[in-house]
């Protein structure tokens, strides 16, 4: 799952923790992933993408919906969505009204070693993703079939993940494999 920056079209991957952390970036319209392979944390898609992705209001069933028609359509899309979807780390979605109280350490180490967990967990699983592109990739299937398997993956995590991550969103346009 994605946070859309309205202001830009980098997509945050880190769950919001204590410190400021910085996001590489390019100003090229094309993906990057460069970071994202060796354990960065941002991904930057072209121009069009992102555009799509606002106009379609992705946040919702039927900008999911859209997502999925348009990348079965459209193979530079898909090509663009494949990329996305396989270097962008998941992060948990927090309700910042739950977070501790920065005074409180106790809590805010708890905190703390909780975001670490969640965070190695979803390494684990974007590493996961990468074999599966690659794999496909060097096959030759399509962006599209990529996409779409990677997606199925993201259906067969577990419950409890999808859910922290909202992955569940997307997984009612799939087929159970």
């Known amino acids: 799952m994605m946070f859309i920056n309205t202001a830009s079209n980098i997509y945050s991957t880190r769950a919001p923790t204590a410190s400021t952390s910085t996001y590489p970036s390019n100003s090229a319209n094309n993906i990057t992933t460069g970071n994202a392979a060796s354990g960065g944390d941002s991904v930057q898609i072209?121009?069009?993408a992102y555009k799509a992705l606002n106009d379609s209001k992705a946040t919702t069933s039927d900008g999911v919906k859209l997502i999925?028609?348009?990348v079965n359509s459209d193979p530079e899309f898909a090509k663009e969505m494949a990329n996305v979807?396989?270097?962008s780390r998941d992060f948990?979605?927090?309700d910042l009204n739950d977070l501790p109280s920065l005074s409180d350490a106790s809590a805010m180490s708890a905190y703390?070693?909780?975001v670490k967990s969640f965070e190695n967990e979803a390494d684990k699983i974007r590493d996961q993703r990468i074999q599966i592109y690659t794999e496909m990739k060097g096959s030759g299937a399509s962006d599209s079939?990529?996409?779409n398997?990677?997606?199925q993956f993201n259906k067969n995590l577990p419950e409890d993940y999808q859910a922290k991550t909202g992955l569940d969103k997307y997984s009612k346009y799939l087929k159970s494999a």
Do not use: A, G, N, P
């Open 85 to 87: 979807y396989t270097y």
């Open 92 to 94: 948990e979605l927090v």
């Open 46 to 48: 072209s121009s069009s």
């Open 145 to 147: 079939d990529i996409f």
């Open 112 to 114: 703390t070693q909780q």
């Open 68 to 70: 999925f028609d348009r």
């Open 149 to 151: 398997k990677i997606m």
